[in-house]
C-alpha cells in the first residue's frame, strides 16, 4: 500500500470483479445499440479503459474533458467545457461513464447538454458513487460500489493530480492534506 494511504477501500481484485460485472451488463442492455461511450477526463480514464474491453459489443468511444467554474474546493456544477467530443451525438444512445458521482452536479449538467443535442438517449455508468454528498437528484443508471463520504484516491482519482495510478482505492492520511 502507499505510504500516504491510511487504508485500501477497494483492491484490484475487487475493481476487476465490478468492472467485469458491469461489461457483462452493458453487453446485453446495449446490444445492436451501437452506443457512443462517453469517457469524463481525467478520472474516468482508467475506468473506461477496462469497461470497453468487458463489452462485447460494437460500440464507439469519445472523451470529453469538463473544469468547474468558480471555487474549486466546492462544486458550483456549473461546468465549462475543455475539451469537446468529436462527434455529434443526434440520434445516438450515450453512455456516460463516470469515475465517482459525489453532489450529482457535475452529472446533471453533463446529461441535460447531451440531450440538449438530441441524444436518443443518456445513460450513466459511475465505478463508485457517495450518496450522502448528494445536491442534486440524478439517477446513475449503473454503479460499481457505493462509498463512504470519505475523499478517495486510486484507479483514476487524484488528489492535486497524485495517485491517479493506483491499481486499488484507497482513503489518503490527514496529514497528507495538510503539508
Ligand atoms: P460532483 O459534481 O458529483 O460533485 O463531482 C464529481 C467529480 O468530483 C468526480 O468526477 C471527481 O472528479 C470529483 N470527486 C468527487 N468525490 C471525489 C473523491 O472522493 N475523490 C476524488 N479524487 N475526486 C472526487
Known sequence: MHSDLKKIL???????SAVRKLGAQLSTEYVDKQPIVICVLKGAVLFMVDLVKRMEIPLEMDFMAISSY?????????????????RPVEGRHVLIVEDIVDTGLT????????????????????????????????SIDYCGYTVPNDFIVGYGLDYAEKYRNLPYVGVLKPEVYCK
Open 70 to 86: 468558480g471555487d474549486s474546493s466546492q462544486s458550483t456544477g456549473v461546468v465549462r467545457i475543455l475539451k469537446d467530443l468529436d
Open 10 to 16: 477497494f483492491t484490484e481484485q475487487q475493481i476487476n
Open 107 to 138: 452529472l446533471a449538467y453533463l446529461k441535460e447538454t447531451l440531450l440538449h443535442r438530441h441524444a436518443s438517449s443518456v445513460r450513466v455508468v459511475a465505478l463508485f458513487d457517495k450518496p450522502e454528498g448528494r445536491k442534486v437528484e440524478i
